[in-house]
């Protein structure tokens, strides 16, 4: 599997984000805050949505949104994999709508 690229939309500190990666390994680096762990549960909430009991949808959410989206691209095989998983605050919290695969 190659992780090509993942868009983070309100996911805690990142707004609108596309962070594009290199084939071979790649390092998250950065102070601490700079959102490097935001990045790792944004890609286990695509993989596997808020099926986690300490993954929850709220630590999610960006604060002040009501929507979030996480989309994540990949090759298995040679074939492209996206991956699309939503949030949406609603008035008894924060649900996790129908995520989206495509090959």
Same mark, same amino acid.
């Given at each position: ?7 983070? @939309? ?85 649900? @996790? ?7």
């Amino acid at each position: 599997m190659f992780l090509k690229k993942i868009r983070l @939309q309100n996911i805690r500190s990142y707004v609108d984000e596309v962070i594009f990666f290199n084939e071979g390994s790649s390092l998250l680096w950065g102070d601490i805050g700079c959102g490097k762990s935001s990045v790792l549960l944004a890609v286990e909430f695509a993989l596997f949505g808020t099926s986690r009991p300490d993954l929850p949808a709220e630590l999610l959410l960006r604060n002040g949104s009501v929507k979030a989206s996480v989309e994540m691209e990949f090759l298995i095989e040679g074939k492209k994999i996206v991956i699309s998983r939503f949030l949406k605050k609603e008035k008894r919290g924060i649900k @996790q709508l129908p995520g989206v695969l495509s090959v």
